[in-house]
């Protein structure tokens, strides 16, 4: 299928990423890419910049080298209540966020934590995508996630450096695997994410294409075929 976008990528703004946002829109211009997602790590995260940071996008253009620009954060969930490193403040006043488990910010908890911190955080209504969920680390009920995202409408996110084998997020794949079978069967769509710490990584889905054939997912549940179906969903 045609990716045609990159909703979840990131700056130096993230402290353990590379590149700057002009470097990013403008690989994404030469992967032919319409849309691309800057989503800096919230300040919860070890070297990321402080709220500042967030407050400012409207200084950035919509439009940039021919490539709409959207932008976001990845909070960081912080508890098993579901809570995030930025306030409503914050978030009401850029175009969407991820929510994300990430280890520096929370313990591995139990399967019963890590859902009640995952739904608890996909009812909030500025969190338009759960970040990179299968993380074996993290135990998850999958069939209890789609419903979920099916009853929220928060999207789930297919994440390629998930699954990069020999990955951070070892493991993951049959998580994933699960996820795609089940959003399939309940006809629940998904959102596939470089998760892009270097602009040469921006619009690279190689596993997470691989992944959907695997499962035989269907192109019409997956979002990132259209800006309008992405952007349907962000302004939900």
Sequence with gaps: MKFVLDAHTHTIASGHAYST???NVNYAAEKGLELIGITDHAPAMEGSFGSAYFINFGVIPREINGVKVRMGVELN?????????LPDF????????IASLHP????????????????????????????????????????????????TGTLIEINNASLVPNGFRGGSEKYI?????????MEVPVIAASDAHFCTHIGDFTYVEKMFEQAEFPEELVVNRSVEEFEKYITK
């Design 77 to 85: 969930i912080i508890d098993y209540d579901g809570n995030v490193d």
């Design 21 to 23: 946002l002009l470097e």
């Design 104 to 151: 520096p910010c929370i313990p591995f908890g139990t399967l019963e934590q890590n859902m009640n911190a995952i739904f608890k955080v996909m009812e909030n209504k500025y969190v338009k995508i759960l970040g990179h969920p299968g993380d074996p680390r993290y135990p998850i009920d999958c069939e209890a996630l789609v419903k979920k995202s099916a009853e």
């Design 90 to 97: 914050y978030l009401e006043r850029m175009d969407y966020a």
């Design 177 to 185: 695997f699960d996820i795609l079978k089940l959003c399939k069967k």
